[in-house]
């Protein structure tokens, strides 16, 4: 089941011209140089030296359409459309990447995505709550804490009944945020296989071995 997510803004933005902390956790910054004639070329510059897109990374060259479009094109009350912005990132770049995006609509972008990423989706469920603890609690989270107000964010799921693709709005709570049981009774399934197949795994270790892996844990 695939999740689609529009973050809307209401309020009066100003433009972003930088990548921002996407660059900064690549260690890299993405950049169009002047070539022969009219052409521009996308060159990755990082400590290690300048490097055509092509020589990059998967995770490099699946983020610099995003940085570049941010830093050439992108202005407040645009609205940009990404398909599973996650895609070849660790998950902590996907949580950064949440965080990004939730910046982009309280500088005034639109934004709208589709995701199969719980990392993802966690992370904006986080800036929901940030945003309702914060005037409680300002003193304690601070102001590091992406947030955004529970109002700017929609939810729809789309889940395939035989040859149709059925679309349903998600339930949105200031608490649990948005609702994840697409992904957690997978991960819940998981860990119930990893669990048997260890318990299996010790029925067959000897005493000694089961006792040296008891003392690991």
Same mark, same amino acid.
């Given at each position: 089941?695939?999740?689609?997510?529009?973050?809307?803004?209401?309020?009066?933005?100003?433009?972003?011209?930088?990548? /921002?902390?996407?660059? @900064?956790? $690549?260690?890299?910054? @993405?950049?169009?140089?002047?070539?022969? /004639?009219?052409?521009?070329?996308? @060159?990755?510059?990082?400590?290690?030296?300048?490097?055509?897109?092509?020589?990059?990374?998967?995770?490099?060259?699946?983020?610099?359409?995003?940085? #570049? @479009?941010?830093?050439?094109?992108?202005?407040? /009350?645009?609205?940009?459309?990404?398909?599973?912005?996650?895609?070849?990132?660790?998950?902590? $770049?996907?949580? #950064? $990447?949440?965080?990004? #995006?939730?910046?982009? *609509?309280?500088?005034?972008?639109? *934004?709208?995505?589709?995701?199969?990423?719980?990392?993802?989706?966690?992370?904006?469920?986080?800036?929901?709550?940030?945003?309702?603890?914060?005037?409680?609690?300002?003193?304690?989270?601070?102001?590091?804490?992406?947030?955004?107000?529970?109002?700017? *964010?929609?939810?729809?799921?789309?889940?395939?009944?035989?040859?149709?693709?059925? =679309?349903?709005? $998600?339930?949105?709570?200031?608490?649990?945020?948005?609702? #994840?049981? =697409?992904?957690?009774? *997978?991960?819940?399934?998981?860990?119930?296989?990893?669990?048997?197949?260890?318990?299996?795994?010790?029925?067959?270790?000897?005493?000694?071995?089961?006792?040296?892996?008891?003392?690991?844990?």
């Amino acid at each position: 089941m695939a999740r689609r997510m529009e973050l809307h803004h209401h309020t009066q933005p100003r433009d972003l011209t930088r990548g /921002g902390p996407l660059e @900064v956790e $690549m260690r890299a910054e @993405v950049v169009l140089e002047s070539d022969i /004639g009219a052409r521009r070329r996308i @060159v990755v510059s990082t400590p290690e030296g300048a490097f055509p897109l092509s020589n990059t990374s998967s995770m490099i060259s699946e983020l610099a359409p995003l940085i #570049l @479009v941010i830093k050439y094109s992108l202005r407040s /009350g645009y609205h940009l459309t990404i398909d599973e912005p996650e895609s070849h990132l660790h998950p902590a $770049m996907q949580r #950064l $990447m949440a965080t990004f #995006l939730v910046s982009l *609509v309280n500088h005034g972008i639109g *934004v709208i995505i589709t995701t199969h990423s719980d990392y993802l989706m966690s992370e904006i469920n986080n800036a929901i709550r940030q945003s309702k603890l914060v005037p409680h609690l300002k003193r304690t989270l601070g102001e590091s804490k992406s947030r955004i107000n529970i109002s700017r *964010v929609r939810a729809t799921s789309f889940e395939r009944k035989g040859n149709s693709c059925l =679309t349903k709005p $998600m339930r949105i709570h200031e608490i649990d945020g948005i609702e #994840l049981s =697409t992904f957690t009774d *997978v991960m819940e399934a998981q860990y119930e296989d990893s669990t048997l197949l260890v318990d299996k795994m010790m029925e067959l270790l000897s005493p000694d071995l089961r006792s040296t892996h008891v003392g690991r844990e």
